[in-house]
Nanobody, 124 residues
Framework: QVQLVESGGGLVQAGGSLSLFCGTS????????KAWFRQAPGQEREFVAA????????NYADFVEGRFAISRDNAKNTVYLQINSLKPEDTGVYYC?????????????????WGQGTQVTVSS
């Protein structure tokens, strides 16, 4: 059962930017901690960024290097991921995960609810 819905992916040239969106129709999930993961073909799902239910705490993967920014608007039940200076290695399916409480753990097993993902393709 799909709990979250991602959107905003697409084809973009290297150096460009994208904004990804994660929404939910389940009010119970609107204030949960959220995270973005990505999965390249043949690779495991990897952590990108997380944000607490209030939005006051964030956590990023080391590879982000300041190019990604996670934020949320609980009034709109939406979490955002802004990606700048895109690189071909950023290509993959980007997933939104949700957990009732904040966690510093970066494993996908720490998140219980998931969307179906949105494809990001970066051309060189």
């Amino acid at each position: 059962q799909v709990q979250l819905v991602e959107s905003g992916g697409g084809l973009v040239q290297a150096g460009g930017s994208l904004s990804l969106f994660c929404g939910t129709s389940r009010r119970a999930l609107s204030n949960y901690a959220k995270a973005w993961f990505r999965q390249a073909p043949g690779q495991e799902r990897e952590f990108v960024a997380a944000i607490s239910g209030s939005g006051g705490t964030t956590n990023y993967a080391d590879f982000v290097e300041g190019r990604f920014a996670i934020s949320r608007d609980n009034a709109k039940n939406t979490v955002y991921l802004q990606i700048n200076s895109l690189k071909p290695e950023d290509t993959g399916v980007y997933y939104c995960g949700s957990n009732p409480t904040w966690t510093n753990k970066q494993g996908s097993g720490s998140y219980y609810y998931w969307g179906q993902g949105t494809q990001v393709t970066v051309s060189s």
